[in-house]
């Protein structure tokens, strides 16, 4: 078995004289394009993005144009993906809602990694009566499955878009904190973080300019995971009435109220529901080949 | 093993008090004052001072959560707001549609996953490989209300095989079981596939290989066997997501179940019963993850002396 060392060498000398320098982030986008379907994925999610950004502005109709005259019809010319049971256009109510459901995942999975990181490098960086208060409340949030924290925490707060936010992000802290946790541990055992304390750095420092790098790319991986199921708990439960409420074209609530019409127009809960179903999809794929470029030692 | 599981059980009583606290302190973080809630919102001042008198409510925060450790532990779970039934009777009564739902979901979902994941590893990089990853990572994202009215229009309304909902005879249980337990069935093919692709790699299946075993006795006698171990913890993980998708899926289906008990009492703001919800899921949970842990001991002899 050759040695880590002699590897290297190796490598060294297969690529003579000296290998033309790539910065890292042309060496990630080298290695994402091999991943097709990740690549493929992170254009659908960019195509989502400018989708919720100018989508609300090019939409045929307004979202909450009431037209009696055309109930629940089926896709056609006039209504690309037919009318809902108020006859509002349900084609531009999908895209208006993209903006909904992209900046509900993003902000709930980006507030709970910021409180999930900070936790996490805490009890890490400092260890003992830290590390075992902070990874006890985690043990305690994490016996709550996440969909019955959520629910609980909109039992408590009231229905509304914004408390789905606030539960969503709260059953994200204790996975980040958990994960950055280990990060940080392997980090503070590393020699630079040694060498860096010896010559007196603060602890802040410490934590702000030498471990905090070393675990983000692990906390950007598991950030694009998360956003998928993000997405599919907010519009669970917008489903379920605790969410985005009704006139919103949040998507899960749109499903909900069509939900009556099933046997006569099933067009009205299809359509939103693939675009949440294509909308996770890419994330999914997306999150899983970041995965493999960046941090393969994460699992599910 | 038996110390290991002693040490199991005894580390669960810290998250279990935590957890008592969590759940008691629920009705006292909902705005507004609870004896008013309880009273209803036309009670007079007087019938709230009652209420409040009645449940304890005036009597200091740590006083309150021993009566109602006490209580608990009596097993008193309080009366429904709205039924004014005690708790624990309402719940009772949901407890085994809801199990046997429950169980009917992992069991498929286990048999499809295990399957999917071992075929994907073993025909790595073929299109087996892709298509199961495909089903896999699609089982994932399918929002399983959407998944479960789909299903419910094609089996139940066009085909006329099965009953849209409520919970009749054993036909009943194939739609919402279905529903709930392909998106566990998602992860476990996924997880069985990367853990029997690191166990492929080890030496003593190369020395399978070198002496001439076949390839299924290689695969499903040795492999699998060590890579059960983490699939195993992955499952009763994925007990947490069973509980919580029950919630989706028995309000899809009506299923006369515990998760639609629990939507229904937050539309009637019956707080008591959703307390006692919370409370009975998170321990459900804790209680299958101890055993999964137990299992893992009797699995893997390592992790029980670290």
Not at chain 2, 102 to 118: D, E, H, K, Q
Not at chain 2, 195 to 204: C, P
Not at chain 2, 271 to 296: G, R
């Amino acid at each position: 078995m050759a040695t880590e060392k002699q590897i290297e060498t190796m490598e060294w000398a297969g690529t003579s004289p000296l290998p033309a320098r790539k910065s890292p982030f042309s060496r990630f986008m080298k290695k994402l394009i091999r991943q097709r379907l990740a690549f493929v994925s992170g254009i659908g999610i960019i195509g989502l993005i400018i989708i919720a950004i100018i989508g609300p502005s090019i939409i045929p109709y307004k979202i909450t144009t009431v037209d009696y005259q055309y109930v629940l019809q089926g896709p056609s010319a006039r209504h690309w993906l037919g009318t809902d049971p108020y006859g509002r256009d349900l084609f531009s109510r999908i895209i208006a809602g993209t903006r909904i459901s992209l900046s509900v995942g993003f902000f709930s999975v980006l507030a709970g990694a910021a409180a999930g990181t900070f936790l996490g490098l805490l009890a890490g960086f400092y260890g003992k009566w830290v590390d075992s208060i902070i990874m006890r409340i985690c043990d305690i949030l994490f016996a709550f499955p996440g969909m019955i924290l959520a629910i609980g925490i909109v039992a408590i707060l009231g229905p509304g878009i914004m408390n789905v936010v606030i539960a969503v992000s709260i059953f994200n802290i204790p996975s980040f904190a958990r994960i950055v946790r280990s990060s940080t541990l392997s980090a503070r055992a590393a020699l630079f973080v040694e060498a860096e304390r010896s010559i007196g750095a603060k602890n802040r420092r410490l934590i702000w300019r030498h471990i905090f790098p070393e675990t983000i790319s692990t906390i950007i991986v598991y950030f694009t995971m998360r956003i998928g199921t993000a997405i599919l708990a907010a519009a669970s439960l917008s489903f379920l009435g605790l969410g985005a409420q009704p006139p919103s074209p949040e998507w899960g609530a749109m499903l909900s109220s069509g939900r009556d019409y099933l046997d006569t127009s099933p067009f009205v809960t299809l359509f939103p529901g693939l675009a949440i179903f294509f909308t996770v999809l890419v994330f999914n794929l997306f999150g899983d080949g970041l995965r493999d470029v960046l941090d393969p030692k994460i699992k599910d | 093993m038996l110390r290991y599981t002693i040490r199991r059980v005894l580390g669960l009583i810290p998250i279990l008090i935590g957890i008592s606290i969590f759940v008691f302190l629920f009705v006292h973080l909902i705005p507004g004052d609870p004896a008013r809630l309880v009273a209803g919102q036309d009670a007079t001042v007087k019938d709230v001072q009652l209420v409040r008198e009645r449940l304890g409510l005036d009597k200091p925060i740590p006083l309150q959560y021993l009566t109602y450790m006490d209580n608990l532990l009596h097993g008193n779970l309080g009366i429904s707001l709205k039924t004014q039934q005690p708790v624990i009777h309402l719940i009772a009564e949901r407890f085994m549609p809801t199990f046997w739902l429950s169980f009917f979901s992992l069991a498929w979902a286990l048999a499809a996953g295990l399957l999917i994941g071992v075929v994907s590893a073993t025909k790595r990089n073929k299109w087996q490989d892709y298509s199961g990853m495909f089903l896999a990572v699609s089982g994932l994202s399918l929002p399983s209300f959407w998944l479960g009215l789909m299903a419910i229009q094609l089996f139940a309304v066009d085909l006329g095989l099965l009953p849209t909902g409520g919970l009749d005879s054993w036909t009943s249980y194939i739609l919402p079981s279905f529903t709930l337990g392909t998106g566990i069935a998602a992860v476990i093919a996924r997880f069985t596939r990367s853990a029997l692709m690191d166990v492929l790699k080890e030496d003593y299946i190369r020395t399978g290989h070198a002496k001439g075993l076949p390839r299924s006795r290689i695969v499903w006698g040795h492999a699998l066997k060590n890579a059960m171990i983490p699939v195993v913890t992955m499952t009763g993980m994925q007990f947490g997501f069973l509980l919580g998708g029950s919630v989706v899926v028995e309000t899809v289906f009506s299923w006369p179940g515990l998760g639609r008990l629990l939507i229904d009492s937050i539309s009637y703001r019956d707080y008591t019963v959703i307390q006692a919800e919370i409370l009975l899921f998170s321990l459900e949970f804790l209680l299958i993850n101890l055993i999964v842990d137990i299992i893992y001991g009797f699995l893997n002899p390592q992790i029980r002396y670290d």
